[in-house]
């Protein structure tokens, strides 16, 4: 019984998806996940300061209170495509490297991170498909 369970986590973990970046010129057009991205929970994430916390630099259509250092999210789902908003929020050093957007999914190549948070990226793969399935679709201008 012992063995199997212990077939059983190896083999789990041998099943998960490496969180290497499989970036494809300014684009990750694989989803990281085999679940779709759920759009209700992507508003959620982004408008919540300790998971995306997006609103500390861009404008979000529907709320009130925002920083400006950034280009507003409106109208980024027709701006972008999905494998392109994907890179930008998995890792957008790889478009702009001198940006201050934190990279969501990144965890090499980090510096100073708390011991809790080591090795973590700051958001799931799922959070990341579920944060760009809303960001694609901010078709509009608001
Ligand atoms: C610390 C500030 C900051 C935070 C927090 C931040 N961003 Fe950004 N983001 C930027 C800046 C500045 C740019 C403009 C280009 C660059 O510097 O990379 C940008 C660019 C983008 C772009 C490309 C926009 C375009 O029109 O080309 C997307 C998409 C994006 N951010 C999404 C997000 C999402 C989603 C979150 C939250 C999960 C987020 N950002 C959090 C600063 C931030």
Not at 38 to 66: K, N
Not at 92 to 109: I, K, W
Request: glycine share 10%.
């Amino acid at each position: 019984m012992r063995l199997l369970l212990g077939c059983a986590a190896v083999c789990f973990a041998a099943a998960l998806p490496a969180q290497g970046i499989d970036a494809v010129g300014d684009a990750i057009p694989k989803p990281l996940t085999a679940e779709p991205g759920d759009a209700a929970r992507g508003r959620s994430i982004v408008v919540t300061r300790d998971q995306g916390g997006c609103t500390l630099c861009h404008a979000v259509p529907g709320e009130q209170r925002f920083g400006n250092i950034a280009p507003t999210l409106a109208g980024v789902g027709a701006r972008l495509s999905v494998g392109q908003l994907r890179l930008r929020v998995a890792d957008s050093t790889r478009v702009t490297p001198d940006t201050p957007m934190p990279a969501y999914y990144r965890t090499e190549g980090l510096h100073q991170v708390a011991a809790a948070y080591r090795g973590k990226p700051i958001l799931s793969a799922q959070q990341v498909e579920d944060v760009v399935a809303w960001l694609a679709t901010l078709k509009g201008p608001k």
